[in-house]
């Protein structure tokens, strides 16, 4: 009696995320707006077409989507997995084929008034075939098949993903399938040898793209070495007996390759305690900054600059509590399935924050992943609220089981 009282009281949607949810929301319209709005073409646009009001509409039906899929249970939802992966998988595929080539990769679908990125709904697919799979009997996962499937389940959409090409969406799938692997009881020492193999890997194919003559080199896209180069400070040697404009010609290009990571770093610095002022940005409105990126890669720097070190902290605020609610609905789920999707949704909204801000502070090299509800982007809006829709599916229905 006392139990189902308890119950009872208890709110049935966790409040904490819902308000972080609300407030990111708010900061990526405004901050949108304001990356945004800076050049003329911008404001001569028709309201209707303007990149502020397409996020905030991104926002509206992504919050309808995330409140319907709260509305069934995730057992429900996680027996349909398996076909939402191999349809994500068909996708993934076919944008290879079919895709809108931008900026030299090929992972959009254009359907006239707006693109649809497939990999940003491979990532929520895969978390939910994931977590059904290892929902299986203890026993089962100690098994060596088991794993090996499980890592396929992982290594398909991580190679496609891989092939558009698009390295920063493929790489946050590997810490969001080994966290899921971690905490549904996947024996450790099949994990930490799959650890020391990626970390090998991983090293020799640093030295590789860094030291190696070109003709050794594994087979990179240009920007995707350029990027290598340009996070480890290593310029490409001038061939021998080259002139002194050639050389000065390879200085110049080496400096536009870095340009934006420099850009974004005096952004982030040039904001000190509380910032420049909405919409009072000089690295933005000069376009020192690029405009194509600054409202969804370099979201933050266009934050950090016009709201300063206060800013920064308000945003790592809410992404905190997201994090925290996160773990702690993990921690109450009363199944294997829950503990693992509300992991996976944790890691994977991780790894966006940590790499996007980590390459507006230069700490990661830039790889064009966007910052939950913050850049500007249908794709990355509707499949951040789905995710969150997700983990409060997690916590509406942790009493049923």
């Given at each position: 009696m006392?139990?189902?009282?308890?119950n009872e009281?208890?709110?049935h949607i966790?409040r904490?995320?819902?308000v972080a949810?609300?407030?990111?929301?708010?900061?990526?319209a405004a901050?949108v707006y304001s990356a945004?709005?800076?050049s003329?073409?911008?404001?001569?646009?028709p309201w209707?077409?303007?990149?502020?009001f397409?996020?905030i509409v991104?926002?509206?039906?992504?919050t309808g989507v995330a409140a319907a899929?709260?509305?069934?249970?995730y057992?429900?939802l996680?027996?349909w997995?398996?076909?939402a992966?191999?349809?994500?998988v068909l996708?993934?595929i076919?944008?290879l084929f079919?895709g809108?080539v931008?900026f030299?990769?090929?992972?959009w679908?254009?359907?006239?008034i707006?693109?649809?990125q497939?990999s940003?709904f491979?990532?929520?697919?895969?978390?939910m075939a994931?977590?059904?799979?290892l929902?299986r009997?203890?026993e089962?996962?100690?098994s060596?098949?088991?794993?090996?499937k499980?890592?396929?389940?992982m290594?398909l959409?991580?190679?496609?993903?891989l092939?558009e090409?698009?390295?920063g969406?493929?790489l946050?799938l590997l810490?969001t399938g080994?966290?899921?692997?971690?905490v549904?009881?996947?024996?450790?020492?099949?994990?930490?040898?799959?650890?020391?193999?990626a970390a090998?890997?991983?090293?020799?194919?640093l030295v590789?793209?860094?030291f190696?003559?070109?003709?050794?080199q594994?087979?990179l896209?240009?920007y995707?070495?350029?990027?290598?180069?340009?996070?480890?400070?290593k310029?490409?040697s001038?061939?021998?007996?080259?002139?002194k404009a050639?050389?000065?010609?390879l200085r110049?290009q080496q400096s536009d390759?870095?340009?934006?990571v420099?850009?974004?770093l005096?952004s982030?610095?040039?904001?000190?305690?509380?910032g420049k002022?909405?919409r009072?940005?000089?690295q933005?409105?000069?376009?020192?900054l690029?405009?194509?990126v600054?409202?969804n890669?370099?979201?933050?720097s266009?934050?950090a600059?016009?709201?300063?070190?206060?800013g920064?902290?308000?945003?790592?605020t809410?992404?905190?509590?997201v994090?925290f609610?996160g773990i702690?609905?993990?921690?109450?789920?009363?199944d294997?399935?829950?503990?693992?999707?509300a992991?996976?949704?944790?890691t994977?909204?991780?790894?966006?924050?940590?790499?996007?801000i980590?390459m507006n502070?230069?700490?990661?090299?830039?790889?064009?992943?966007p910052?939950p509800?913050?850049?500007?982007?249908?794709s990355?809006v509707?499949?951040?609220?789905?995710a969150?829709?997700i983990l409060q599916?997690?916590?509406?229905?942790r009493?049923t089981?």
């Amino acid at each position: 009696m006392f139990d189902a009282d308890l119950n009872e009281r208890q709110p049935h949607i966790d409040r904490v995320l819902m308000v972080a949810l609300v407030g990111l929301m708010l900061l990526g319209a405004a901050f949108v707006y304001s990356a945004t709005m800076v050049s003329e073409s911008a404001r001569l646009a028709p309201w209707y077409s303007q990149s502020w009001f397409r996020q905030i509409v991104w926002y509206v039906l992504g919050t309808g989507v995330a409140a319907a899929i709260c509305c069934v249970d995730y057992h429900t939802l996680t027996r349909w997995s398996m076909i939402a992966y191999w349809v994500a998988v068909l996708m993934l595929i076919a944008v290879l084929f079919f895709g809108s080539v931008r900026f030299g990769a090929r992972r959009w679908f254009d359907l006239g008034i707006f693109s649809l990125q497939p990999s940003e709904f491979a990532k929520l697919a895969f978390i939910m075939a994931q977590a059904h799979f290892l929902s299986r009997p203890v026993e089962e996962l100690r098994s060596l098949l088991t794993f090996w499937k499980a890592l396929g389940l992982m290594l398909l959409p991580f190679v496609l993903i891989l092939k558009e090409p698009d390295l920063g969406s493929a790489l946050v799938l590997l810490p969001t399938g080994l966290a899921m692997l971690l905490v549904a009881g996947t024996p450790r020492r099949y994990l930490l040898r799959l650890l020391a193999g990626a970390a090998i890997l991983g090293a020799l194919f640093l030295v590789d793209v860094l030291f190696m003559p070109t003709n050794w080199q594994v087979k990179l896209e240009d920007y995707q070495r350029r990027r290598l180069m340009v996070y480890f400070g290593k310029e490409d040697s001038p061939p021998a007996g080259a002139t002194k404009a050639e050389r000065l010609r390879l200085r110049q290009q080496q400096s536009d390759y870095s340009h934006n990571v420099r850009q974004a770093l005096i952004s982030v610095g040039s904001g000190g305690l509380t910032g420049k002022g909405w919409r009072q940005g000089t690295q933005n409105a000069l376009g020192y900054l690029p405009r194509s990126v600054a409202h969804n890669d370099f979201i933050f720097s266009v934050i950090a600059e016009e709201k300063g070190f206060v800013g920064s902290v308000i945003v790592l605020t809410l992404y905190g509590a997201v994090l925290f609610s996160g773990i702690r609905i993990a921690g109450q789920a009363r199944d294997r399935l829950g503990k693992t999707l509300a992991v996976g949704i944790v890691t994977l909204i991780f790894s966006h924050v940590f790499i996007n801000i980590g390459m507006n502070i230069r700490i990661m090299p830039v790889t064009g992943v966007p910052l939950p509800l913050l850049s500007y982007g249908g794709s990355s809006v509707l499949g951040s609220l789905i995710a969150m829709g997700i983990l409060q599916n997690v916590y509406i229905y942790r009493k049923t089981y």
